[in-house]
């Protein structure tokens, strides 16, 4: 089993907290990624993190970025992002008619590119580009908005594709799992294959408990 890593999603800082509070108390707890959701009210209907504040987390905190680009076309907007060396870039399956040539951009930014499925995308949309990716993302809620319901079915998805992974040599590809995120769900998820929780509000971000607190609650749920 791959080692547990943290993305606390950035869309939920604004929420109830001061950003430049909040990223020091995630840096204080050495989460290992930032979650960024870009979204363009076309893939999903809402809009969400922009190219500029893309850009000003990146200098506000030495955490690396999770790009999760929840966006038509992405291959026509990359360089929008200034995309990093060591940084996850994830990209939908449904969003692009040429997921293999987009993968392979981010790849050459020295990033580490990654596959997104939404709840009833199957697997099989992402067999042939396995060998191009170092982590698969799985929403585990309809992408667009926080604070939905868990789809139950994707607990299941989750073990399949760790099944997939493991049984054609690609152990080291990490799943990454969207959406409702609660520390109950985070040992399901991580019973079943997950390897990057991508955390909210309803685990590091609840407002009844200090982040620092929920930081330490998740990582005993996940490791």
């Known amino acids: 089993m791959n080692k547990a890593m943290l993305a606390p999603s950035m869309m939920c800082i604004s929420e109830w907290r001061g950003a430049e509070k909040a990223l020091d108390e995630l840096e204080k707890g050495k989460i290992e990624l930032l979650h960024v959701d870009v979204m363009d009210g076309i893939f999903v209907p809402n809009l969400m993190i922009g190219t500029e504040s893309t850009k000003n987390l990146r200098k506000a905190s030495s955490i690396p970025l999770d790009i999760h680009l929840m966006i038509e076309r992405p291959e026509d907007k990359l360089d929008w992002f200034d995309i990093q060396p060591g940084e996850f870039v994830s990209v939908h399956a449904e969003s692009t008619k040429h997921l293999q040539r987009v993968l392979a951009k981010i790849r050459s930014y020295g990033a580490r590119p990654m596959a997104a499925l939404n709840p009833a995308t199957p697997l099989c949309m992402i067999e042939e580009v396995l060998d191009d990716v170092d982590a698969v993302l ?30 054609s ?23 079943a294959g997950a390897d990057i929780f991508v955390c909210g509000s309803s685990s590091i971000f609840c407002k009844d408990t200090p982040i620092e607190e929920n930081i330490r609650r998740f990582r005993a749920c996940v490791e």
């Open 169 to 191: 040599g690609r152990e080291k590809v990490l799943i990454e799992v969207d959406g409702n995120v609660s520390f109950e769900n985070a040992v399901k998820m991580r019973a």
């Open 138 to 167: 799985l929403m585990t809620v309809n992408p667009g908005y926080a604070g939905q319901k868990l789809v139950v079915q994707t607990l299941d998805k989750i073990r399949r594709l760790r099944e997939m992974l493991d049984k």
